[in-house]
C-alpha cells in the first residue's frame, strides 16, 4: 500500500498552508517570495472562504517569530497587509480579527521596531473602507496601547526611538480615529474613558514640541528638519484637528472636557501660551454651528475655579477671549452670548469683591502679599473687560445692540435697583470700580458701531441710565460716558479730526464728514434734544472738571451739529452755548476760576466751530469776539486757559460785552429762512427731572414750593376748608420726594410735552390753566372774579438759590405756571 504521510507536517498537508510555508524564503533575509506572495493572493482571492484558515495559520507563526526574535515577522505581516488590500468580501471579518490579534502582539512587544512595525500595519487596515459595519469589534486595546506610546519616554538619542515610537503612537491614533468616527456602530470612541486618553497623549506631544522650541533643545533642529510625518508635535496637531473636525453635535463636550483638564493637571494656564494655542486649534477645527458648546465648556470651567489664583483665572479668561473672538466672526447663537457676558460680569464682581475684601483685611505683616494680589485681580478685570470689549466688538450690529443693553442693565446706578450685580458688601469704591469697568467695556463694544437710525441706537432703556451716570459726582464717570456718545452718534469718523479744543481757524481743511439730516434723526432730537442739551449744561458745572472733560464737552457738541443739528437743532445750540456763558458769569454755583474760564473757552470754541458751519455773517461775529479775546482776555480761549500754569483772573467782569457772545448779534447773523431767531430771544433753562433724585445729587433748582399767605379776614369757614382743601392735601399735591411710578410717568409725559408741542398751542394751554387756577383760588378765599385793588393772596415762588418773591394770584403769568 501507498505510504500515508501526517497532513500537518507532509504533502498532504491543506493547501492554503503549503502556500503560507512557501512565502517564507529559506534565508529570511532575503524577503518575501513574490511570486509565492501572488499564489497565495490568487488562492485567497479564489476561495474566501480560506481566509480565516490563512489568518489563523499566519498568526501561529507569528508568535513563534516574535517569541524567538525572528525576521519572519516582518515576511508575516507583509504577507498580511496584502491578503488584506486584495481581498474585500464578506469573508474578510474572521480574517481581520487575526489580523488585529497579530497587530497586538506586536505592540505588545518591547522592541521598538516591532512595535513600530504593528502600528504600520494597523494604518493600512484603517485606511481599508469596509463593506459592511462590525458589530463586535473593538479598539479599547489599541486605544491604550497606541496612548502608551505616546508617552514613551525610552532614551536613545543617537537613533530617535523615542520619536520613531511616538510617532508611531500618533499614527495609531490617527487609524483608529479614522476607522470608527465614520461608524455609527462605533460611537464608542467619543465615550469619556477613551477621549481621556486620546485626547491628552495629541496634548501631550504637542505641548513637548513647543516646551523644545522654547528651551533650545539640541535635536530640535533635527526634529524640526524632519517632515510632519517624523514629527510628534506636528503629527499630533494634524491628528488633533482630524478628531476635532469630526466630532459631531453630541460628541463636543466629551472632546473639549479632556483638554481643560489637561491644562489644570499640567498647570498650563499661568502662563497660557499653549493654552490658547489649544484652542485656536480647537475653535478652527470644529464645525461653526458647535462653537458655542466650546465657549460654554470654558465658562463652565471659568466657574469651577472662580475661587483659583488670580492669574489662574486670568488665563482662562484669556483663553475664553480667543474662543469667543474666533466664534464672533461666525454665527453665534443669542443665548450664549448673553449667557458669556453674564458669567464674565459675574466674575467681574467676584474680582472686585475679592481685591477689596483682602484690602480691608491688610494688616502690616501681610501688606506686602495683599497688595501683589491688589495688583493680580487687577489683571483679571483688565482681562474680563478686554473680553467683553472685544467680542462685543467683533459681534453683528443687531446683537451689538442687544449686548450694549445688557451691558448698560448691569451697570450700577444710585438709587436704582440692580438686580444681577450685588454692590451692597462692596460699598462706594467697589461700586466705582464696577461702573468704570463696564463704561469701559461699553467703550469697546461700541467701537465701530454704525446705525442707520439714532433711535435705535440710542433707546430711552439705554438712554436714560447712560445719562444718569453722567450726572455723577466722578469726573472720570463723565468722560467715559462722553466717550460711549462719540461712538454711537459719530457715524462719518469724524472725532479724531475734532480731538482736542482749541480755536479751529479753517473748519473746512478738515474735510468733515456730513450727510443730509434724516427725518428719523430730526424725530429724535425733538424727542431727545432737550435731554442731550440739560446733560451737557450740567456736566460743565462740575467742579471736578478737568481740561480731558472740557475736550470731550467740545466733541460731543461738534459731533451732535455734525450728525444730528437742523436748523431747528441749531438755534437751541446756540442758545445753549449762551446759557452756558451766563452760567460761568454768574457763578451761582461758586465753581473755581479755571471751571468758569473753562467754559467761556468751550464756548468760544463751539462758537467757532459753529460759525463756519453755518454761513459768512455768522462767522465774523464770532470770529471778532475771539480777536478781542486774544487781546484783552486770551484767559477765556482754550490755547491759553488750558495750558499749563495759566495765570488767572481775579474776576470775570459782565460789564464789558464786547468779550461776550450776545444773543442779539447771533440773531441778527441768522436772520434768514429756516432759523426762527426768535427762540434766541428765550433764555435756555434746564428741566428739573428725577435723574438728580436718582443719582443723589442736588439739582440746579433745589425746591419749587408754594406758601400761601392768607389773611385771616379772608379765611373761610373752617368746616367748608376741610372739605374742600387742607394743608396736608396741598402739601401732598407740591411735594415730589415720594412720588410712585405713576406719578413720574405723569411728569414725564408734561416734559415730553412742553418739548415738542407748538409755542402756540402751550401758551394757550398755560392760559386756560391760569384762569382755572384763578377761578379755584377766588373760590376757596372767597373772592370775586374780579380781583380786588389790594390782592388777598400772594404766591411766593423759590427757585433754590435762596431767593423769593411774593406774586399775586391774579397776576402770574406763563413762565411762573411752568415752574410750578
Known amino acids: 500500500p501507498p505510504l500515508r504521510v501526517c497532513g500537518c507536517c507532509g504533502p498532504l498537508r491543506p493547501r492554503y498552508k503549503r502556500l503560507v510555508d512557501n512565502i517564507f524564503p529559506e534565508d529570511p533575509k532575503d524577503g518575501l517570495s513574490k511570486s509565492d506572495m501572488e499564489k497565495l493572493t490568487f488562492y485567497a482571492v479564489s476561495a474566501p472562504e480560506k481566509l480565516d484558515r490563512i489568518g489563523e495559520y499566519l498568526a501561529k507563526r507569528l508568535s513563534h517569530d516574535v517569541v524567538r526574535h525572528r525576521y519572519g515577522v516582518v515576511i508575516a505581516m507583509e504577507a498580511l497587509d496584502q491578503l488584506l488590500m486584495a481581498c474585500h468580501s464578506q469573508s474578510i471579518k474572521p480574517f481581520v480579527e487575526s489580523f488585529l490579534h497579530m497587530v497586538a502582539k506586536l505592540l505588545e512587544s518591547r522592541e521598538p521596531d516591532l512595535q513600530v512595525l504593528g502600528t504600520n500595519s494597523f494604518v493600512k487596515f484603517a485606511n481599508i473602507e469596509e463593506d459592511t459595519p462590525s458589530y463586535h469589534r473593538r479598539y479599547d486595546f489599541f486605544v491604550s496601547q497606541f496612548s502608551a506610546m505616546c508617552h514613551s519616554t525610552h532614551e536613545d538619542p543617537e537613533t530617535m526611538t523615542n520619536v520613531r515610537i511616538r510617532v508611531a503612537g500618533i499614527r495609531g491614533l490617527q487609524g483608529v480615529v479614522r476607522k470608527t468616527v465614520n461608524d455609527e456602530l462605533q460611537a464608542i470612541i467619543w465615550e469619556p474613558q477613551h477621549m481621556d486618553k486620546l485626547i491628552p497623549s495629541m496634548l501631550f506631544n504637542m505641548q513637548d514640541g513647543e516646551d523644545m522650541d522654547r528651551a533650545g533643545h539640541p535635536s530640535t533642529p533635527s526634529v524640526a528638519g524632519q517632515d510632519g510625518e517624523e514629527n510628534p508635535a506636528t503629527l499630533a496637531e494634524n491628528c488633533f484637528r482630524e478628531l476635532l473636525g469630526r466630532a459631531a453635535y453630541g460628541n463636543m463636550n466629551n472632546a473639549v472636557r479632556p483638554v481643560l483638564v489637561h491644562l489644570d493637571n499640567h498647570h498650563l494656564w499661568e502662563p497660557n501660551e499653549f493654552a490658547v494655542s489649544c484652542f485656536r486649534i480647537i475653535m478652527y477645527s470644529i464645525q461653526a454651528q458647535h462653537s458655542h458648546h466650546v465657549i460654554q465648556q470654558v465658562l463652565n470651567h471659568l466657574d469651577t475655579h472662580s475661587r483659583d489664583p488670580p492669574r489662574v483665572r486670568a488665563g482662562i479668561v484669556q483663553v475664553l477671549l480667543e474662543t469667543v473672538a474666533i466664534a464672533a466672526k461666525g454665527s453665534v447663537a443669542g443665548p450664549t452670548v448673553l449667557e458669556v457676558f453674564n458669567t464674565l460680569l459675574k466674575h467681574l464682581r467676584v474680582s472686585v469683591d475679592l481685591e477689596l475684601g483682602d484690602g480691608s483685611r491688610r494688616n502690616s505683616a501681610a501688606s506686602v502679599s495683599s497688595a501683589r494680589r491688589e495688583s493680580e485681580e487687577r489683571i483679571v478685570q483688565n482681562a474680563i473687560i478686554q473680553t467683553i470689549g472685544f467680542f462685543g466688538g467683533n459681534l453683528p450690529d443687531y446683537q451689538r445692540a442687544e449686548v450694549m443693553m445688557f451691558i448698560m442693565g448691569k451697570v450700577p446706578v444710585f438709587g436704582t435697583p440692580c438686580h444681577t450685580l450685588d454692590t451692597v458688601k462692596i460699598e462706594h469704591q467697589g461700586t466705582k470700580r464696577i461702573q468704570t469697568m463696564l463704561l469701559s467695556s461699553l467703550i469697546m463694544v461700541t467701537s465701530g458701531f454704525k446705525s442707520k437710525s439714532m433711535a435705535a441706537a440710542l433707546p430711552p432703556s439705554f438712554l436714560d441710565p447712560l445719562f444718569s451716570i453722567s450726572l455723577m459726582e466722578d469726573g472720570e464717570l463723565r468722560q467715559l460716558v462722553l466717550e460711549i456718545l462719540h461712538n454711537i452718534i459719530d457715524r462719518h469718523d469724524n472725532r479724531a479730526k475734532l480731538r482736542g479744543i482749541r480755536i479751529i481757524p479753517n473748519v473746512a481743511a478738515l474735510k468733515i464728514k456730513r450727510e443730509k439730516i434724516t427725518k428719523q434723526d430730526v424725530a429724535f432730537m425733538k424727542k431727545h434734544g432737550q435731554q442731550l442739551y440739560r446733560h451737557i449744561y450740567l456736566g460743565c458745572k462740575e467742579e471736578d472738571n478737568v481740561h480731558k472733560n472740557f475736550e470731550l464737552l467740545f466733541t460731543t457738541l461738534a459731533i451732535l451739529t455734525i450728525e444730528l443739528a437742523n436748523e431747528d437743532a441749531i438755534v ?138 392768607i389773611m385771616s379776614s379772608s379765611l373761610p369757614d373752617k368746616s367748608q376748608l376741610a372739605e374742600e382743601i387742607t394743608f396736608e392735601t396741598l402739601k401732598k399735591a407740591i411735594d415730589t420726594t415720594g412720588l410712585e411710578e405713576q406719578e413720574r410717568e405723569r411728569r414725564r409725559q408734561v416734559m415730553e410735552k412742553f418739548q415738542k408741542a407748538p409755542f402756540e398751542e402751550l401758551a394757550a394751554h398755560c392760559e386756560s390753566k391760569a384762569n382755572l387756577l384763578h377761578d379755584r383760588l377766588a373760590r376757596i378765599f372767597e373772592l370775586t372774579i374780579r380781583p380786588p385793588p389790594s390782592p388777598s393772596g400772594t404766591v411766593s415762588l423759590s427757585a433754590g438759590h435762596g431767593q423769593h418773591q411774593s406774586v399775586p394770584v391774579y397776576e402770574m403769568k406763563f413762565p411762573d405756571l411752568c415752574v410750578y
Open 572 to 709: 437751541d445750540l446756540i442758545r445753549l452755548a449762551v446759557a452756558l456763558q451766563e452760567m460761568a458769569l454768574a457763578n451761582e454755583e461758586n465753581l473755581p476760576m479755571f471751571n468758569r474760564c473753562g467754559v467761556m473757552a468751550l464756548v468760544a470754541a463751539y462758537l467757532n466751530f459753529l460759525s463756519q458751519m453755518v454761513g459768512p455773517p455768522f462767522c465774523q461775529h464770532v470770529s471778532k469776539v475771539i480777536e478781542l479775546r486774544s487781546m484783552r482776555a486770551p484767559y477765556l480761549l482754550p490755547e491759553h486757559i488750558f495750558r499749563d500754569k495759566c495765570a488767572l483772573p481775579d474776576s470775570l467782569e459782565k460789564d464789558d460785552q464786547l468779550l461776550l457772545f450776545q444773543s442779539t448779534d447771533m440773531a441778527e447773523c441768522l436772520a434768514g429762512p429756516g432759523y426762527n431767531v426768535e427762540k434766541l430771544s428765550i433764555p435756555y433753562v434746564p428741566q428739573v427731572t428725577d435723574e438728580d433724585r436718582l443719582t443723589r445729587r442736588k439739582s440746579f433748582v433745589d425746591t419749587v414750593s408754594l406758601q400761601v399767605d
